[in-house]
Nanobody, 120 residues
C-alpha cells in the first residue's frame, strides 16, 4: 500500500506565502517524479509544478516566478513554496507521484488534497 500525505494548506491574504509539503510512504520501489496539481471550484484539475528527479522542473505559466518546487528523491518528499499568492491560486492542491512498487508499471498516485484559500 502506498500513501501520499500533504500538509501546509490554509488561508492567506493576497500577496502572502504558503509552503506545501508532501511525503510518499509505503511500498514504493522507485519514484521518478512528484508534483502538485490544483483544482479550483468548478474547474478541472490542472498542473501547477512537477519535478522529475535529477532531470527537470516544470511550472504552469501563471505560477512561474512565484512558486518554487523542490524535492528529495531519497526521502520521497516534495514541497511547493508559494509566494505572491493571488486569489486565483485558491483551490485544492493535490500531491502526485509517478512511481512503481515493483509489481506494476509506473503509475500516478494521488494524495487526498490540501485546501489553499487566498483572500483579496
Amino acid at each position: 500500500q502506498v500513501q501520499l500525505v500533504e500538509s501546509g494548506g490554509g488561508l492567506v491574504q493576497a500577496g502572502g506565502s504558503l509552503r506545501l509539503s508532501c511525503a510518499a510512504s509505503g511500498s514504493f520501489r522507485k519514484i521518478n517524479g512528484m508534483g502538485w496539481f490544483r483544482q479550483a471550484p468548478g474547474k478541472q484539475r490542472e498542473l501547477v509544478a512537477t519535478i522529475t528527479f535529477g532531470v527537470e522542473r516544470n511550472y504552469a505559466e501563471d505560477v512561474k516566478g512565484r512558486f518554487t518546487i523542490s524535492g528529495d528523491n531519497a526521502k520521497n518528499t516534495v514541497s511547493l513554496q508559494m509566494n505572491s499568492l493571488k486569489p486565483e491560486d485558491t483551490g485544492v492542491y493535490y500531491c502526485n507521484a509517478v512511481g512503481t512498487t515493483g509489481r506494476s508499471p509506473f503509475i500516478s498516485y494521488w494524495g487526498n488534497g490540501t485546501h489553499v484559500t487566498v483572500s483579496s
